[in-house]
């Protein structure tokens, strides 16, 4: 699934670094055969220890992983809602990815200069998320100019909107993220095309120091925990240098790396698992001796919209899904004996997938 997310930060907190790591760990299957598709655009692997085991059951003549993009957004600066700096260019680009990593500085280093002359972590978010709400705040302004004539004269559709227009703007002008608002399922798919960039969700990578990183965090991290809290963000401690050394590594190696600096998982890996989860997606498995394969899809999604993520014909002539829980398998051995315990179930159209499915589809054409 194309799915983005957009990584922004101001100058030197480390953003660069942080997308130069992600674009050296690129995914390299054969749907994804470059690291990078676009001059900004980099892909990652998703990693998931279940592929792992999943391979060393079925012993496949190949194994494919699903796939993750990060958007590297053009830098930002205070007034860009109104045109300053790249400003237009980091409003537009930022409309089109469907979440927001915001990297923030958390480390000292008087030989890397700070836009404001001060490494204050909270002020850093607030400049790029006011500028978010400025930008917003105009686009729903606009719009309400357009709609609220129409309201008057009682058109429903207008009333509806209006309404909802109206709750957004308020919390704009409060200098709070639309997404603070709380809208129904109905609601939201009537501001949807407006695609407001604060009801982007949005999720805090900060930037510490490799001896801050060993620790835990420090001082700045807690208040942008703190900050982060209030919305309900979840905030990932990385090191952009380290993980910059890491994305080199594979295998052995980078296990011993990580050993040696008492690191459990990579940041990255974190912040990829992270952003998948923040977008509401989820994978499911097809595991047979030509391939083992893992498929994003979103939560909620039923069998055969899952199918046709491999194929539209498997959709379009849907019978029934076969399908296995994930720990039942492990639990069983393999396939067969996960039949002979019962653990593989028919499924039928209405069946909501789950993260985990390992799955065979039946589909007639």
Not at 1 to 14: R, S, Y
Not at 346 to 355: N, Q, V
């Amino acid at each position: 699934m194309a799915l983005t997310t957009g990584i922004v930060g101001l100058p030197n907190v480390g953003k660069s670094t942080l997308f130069n790591a992600i674009t050296q760990a690129g995914a390299e299957s054969a749907n994804y055969p470059f690291c990078t598709i676009d001059p900004n655009v980099g892909i990652v692997e998703v990693p998931d220890e279940r592929l792992h085991k999943l391979t060393e059951m079925v012993q496949p003549k190949k194994v494919v992983p699903t796939a993750f993009e990060f958007t590297d957004i053009a830098g930002i600066v205070k007034g860009a809602s109104k045109g300053e700096g790249l400003g237009n260019k980091f409003l537009s680009h930022i409309r089109q990815v469907d979440a927001i990593l915001q990297v923030v500085r958390c480390f000292e280093d008087e030989n890397i200069t700070h836009v404001s002359g001060k490494v204050d972590p909270i002020d850093d978010i607030e400049v790029i998320n006011l500028e978010l709400i400025f930008a917003d705040l105009e686009t729903v302004e606009k719009r309400v100019a357009r709609v609220e004539k129409l309201a008057k004269s009682k058109d429903k559709e207008a009333v509806a909107e209006f309404s909802v227009l109206e709750k957004i703007k308020e919390a704009l002008s409060n200098e709070l993220p639309a997404r603070s608002v709380d809208l129904t399922p109905e609601e939201k798919k009537i501001v949807y095309g407006l695609h407001l960039l604060t009801m982007k969700p949005i999720l805090y990578a900060a930037n510490v120091s490799e001896e801050d990183l060993l620790e835990g965090g420090n001082e700045h991290v807690d208040k942008v925990r703190d900050y982060a809290a209030r919305e309900q963000a979840e905030v990932i401690v990385i090191c952009a240098k380290i993980e910059e050394e890491i994305a080199e590594l594979e295998g052995e190696e980078k296990i011993a790396f990580l050993e040696e600096l008492g690191i459990q998982e990579a940041g990255l890996d974190q912040l990829i698992r992270a952003s998948y989860s923040l977008l509401g997606l989820a994978t499911y498995f097809t595991a047979g001796v030509q391939e083992v394969r893992a498929w994003t899809f979103r939560k909620g999604m039923k069998a055969p919209q899952c199918a046709g993520i491999i194929h539209t014909d498997f959709e379009r002539g849907f019978i029934r899904a076969e399908v296995v829980a994930y720990d039942d398998l492990m639990e069983a051995g393999n396939m067969g004996a996960a039949k002979e315990k019962g653990k593989v179930r028919l499924e039928g159209k209405e069946y909501e997938m789950k993260d985990g499915d390992v799955v065979h589809f039946r589909f007639n054409v």
